[in-house]
């Protein structure tokens, strides 16, 4: 069986807790960085991606040091959601800004600027979702196998 674009179609996929498909991400410093500071590291954990699952979406396990977040941006082509297990994390997503804690979900519809921060002391982690998947193979290409 196939899908549409004749991608394969896709299979159950059970991933264990601490699995996945882990990178080391690296982030734009921030403008209050010193001397030119190596950005920090963020560990993505990719549980589903898009080739296993038909190209309808792709599932990343995402932790972020205190303060991290990426500068804001667009996603053209997917919509991202977000969904919060530790920590807060400052949301600002066309004209809406919101602060997200443990159990709060948030979906950002592609076309729609948006940035994220973690605006607590230490590491927040939050399960993000790209629908329809591809966006992961982004940051396979600019990321390191943690």
């Given at each position: 069986?196939?899908?549409?674009?004749?991608?394969?179609?896709?299979?159950?996929?059970?991933?264990?807790?601490?699995?996945?498909?882990?990178?080391?991400?690296p982030?734009?410093?921030?403008?209050?960085?010193?001397?030119?500071?190596?950005?920090?590291?963020?560990?993505?954990?990719?549980?589903?991606?898009?080739?296993?699952?038909?190209?309808?979406?792709?599932?990343?396990?995402?932790?972020?040091?205190?303060?991290g977040?990426?500068?804001?941006?667009?996603?053209?082509?997917?919509?991202?959601?977000?969904?919060?297990?530790?920590?807060?994390?400052?949301?600002?997503?066309?004209?809406?800004?919101?602060?997200?804690?443990?159990g709060?979900?948030?979906?950002?519809?592609?076309?729609?600027?948006?940035?994220?921060?973690?605006?607590?002391?230490?590491?927040?982690?939050m399960?993000?979702?790209?629908?329809?998947?591809?966006?992961?193979?982004?940051?396979?290409?600019?990321?390191?196998?943690?």
């Amino acid at each position: 069986m196939t899908y549409e674009n004749d991608s394969p179609a896709p299979e159950v996929v059970f991933v264990p807790a601490g699995e996945g498909i882990s990178l080391l991400v690296p982030e734009e410093p921030s403008p209050e960085s010193v001397g030119g500071a190596e950005p920090a590291q963020y560990t993505y954990t990719f549980m589903v991606t898009t080739d296993q699952a038909g190209r309808a979406l792709a599932v990343v396990d995402t932790v972020v040091p205190a303060r991290g977040g990426p500068p804001e941006h667009v996603h053209d082509d997917t919509d991202e959601s977000f969904y919060v297990l530790s920590g807060e994390f400052e949301v600002r997503a066309g004209e809406r800004s919101f602060v997200m804690k443990p159990g709060d979900y948030a979906l950002v519809p592609r076309g729609t600027a948006h940035v994220w921060r973690n605006s607590g002391d230490e590491a927040g982690r939050m399960i993000r979702i790209y629908t329809p998947g591809g966006h992961e193979r982004f940051f396979f290409a600019v990321s390191k196998l943690a």
